[in-house]
């Protein structure tokens, strides 16, 4: 069975959250939207695996199942 999301973060993981947004607030416009728009792209290559995962139903050879 595959186990749940994880949809908790990690007290390192607040942390550099939060120098990220420090960051961000002094950072100047171009870097942001070069920031957003790179991760945005991560974001998506995630969503796409993601999908192929659970349509292929790749995980359930590694379930055993």
């Given at each position: 069975?595959?186990?749940?999301?994880?949809?908790?973060?990690?007290?390192?993981?607040?942390?550099?959250?939060?120098?990220?947004?420090?960051?961000?607030?002094?950072?100047?416009?171009?870097?942001?939207?070069?920031?957003?728009?790179?991760?945005?792209?991560?974001?998506?290559?995630?969503?796409?695996?993601l999908s192929n995962l659970v349509k292929t139903g790749t995980?359930?050879?590694?379930?055993?199942?």
């Open positions: 069975m595959i186990p749940p999301p994880v949809l908790t973060l990690t007290m390192e993981q607040q942390l550099k959250l939060r120098v990220l947004e420090d960051a961000v607030k002094s950072s100047p416009r171009e870097d942001v939207e070069l920031l957003t728009h790179s991760l945005q792209k991560q974001v998506f290559m995630l969503q796409n695996t995980w359930n050879e590694v379930d055993g199942a």
